[in-house]
């Protein structure tokens, strides 16, 4: 599992209200990120990070924040929760395979439900 | 569980059978491509690469087979079992710097196996 957790797993909150997701990685990985996952869009990238306080927006990125204040955590925040923000939330870390090709590895997400 | 994709391209398979599962991807400039299982309700996982410079790389029960002519990616897996059910997608990799880059993902297809 790469060492990654996600916080909370769950979470239902209403519209307008700020939410932080909380991802941890235990084996100082430079690379994070952060990806939605909704049905019929697959995966996409939200924010990702290359280092402490190094960060930049990925595909899909208008309506939230993300901040690296040390390397084993990544927060991403929702200022003002919408409805259109529901969704399954998963963090990554990049890591070398056997190949050595860095490839990316998953948490085990976090679902949202903004009412 | 979560429902990871509704409306996916569906594959279903007997026990022992041979599967194939196929992917366009979009960018004939991608540098490296993955295949990636994803069980309900977890987050995706990595299952074999492949580089550009490649056509057909072997895993363990999985072969991942790249034709850049036609811009196609597949995944075959061996003797397909009850626990291969699951929604695999592709995923390419465009480098940015170093090692690292932008995954882009494929919508994914779910695979059924039939006991």
């Known amino acids: 599992d790469a060492g990654i957790t996600q916080s909370p797993r769950h979470k239902v909150t209403e519209t307008g209200t700020p939410v932080t997701l909380r991802c941890h990685q235990t084996?100082?990985?430079?690379?994070m990120y952060w990806y939605r996952q909704d049905p019929g869009h697959g995966l996409r990238l939200i924010h990702y990070?290359?280092?402490?306080?190094?960060?930049d927006k990925g595909e899909v990125s208008d309506g939230y924040s993300v901040s690296r204040s040390k390397t084993e955590d990544f927060l991403l925040t929702l200022e003002s929760a919408t409805s259109s923000q529901t969704s399954v939330y998963f963090c990554?870390?990049?890591?070398?395979?056997?190949?050595?090709?860095?490839?990316?590895?998953f948490g085990p997400g976090t679902r949202l439900t903004v009412l | 569980g979560e429902s990871v994709g509704l409306h996916l391209p569906t594959l279903s398979v007997q026990e022992g059978d041979n599967s194939i599962i196929n992917c366009a991807y979009s960018?004939?400039?991608?540098?490296?491509f993955i295949w990636y299982k994803q069980e309900s309700g977890k987050g995706p996982q990595f299952i074999i690469d492949?580089?550009?410079?490649?056509d057909k790389r072997q895993g363990q029960r999985v072969t991942v087979l790249l034709n850049k002519t036609v811009k196609h990616l597949s995944l075959q897996i061996a003797a397909t079992q009850p626990g291969d059910s699951a929604v695999y997608f592709c995923?390419?990799?465009?480098?940015?710097?170093?090692?690292?880059?932008?995954?882009?993902f494929g919508k994914g297809t779910k695979l059924s196996v039939k006991p």
């Open positions: 995923a390419e990799l465009h480098y940015y710097g170093g090692s690292q880059g932008n995954l882009i």
């Open positions: 084996e100082n990985h430079r690379y």
């Open positions: 990070s290359y280092g402490v306080k190094d960060t």
């Open positions: 990554a870390i990049s890591a070398p395979t056997s190949g050595n090709t860095d490839t990316q590895y």
């Open positions: 960018n004939s400039a991608s540098d490296y």
């Open positions: 492949i580089r550009s410079n490649m």
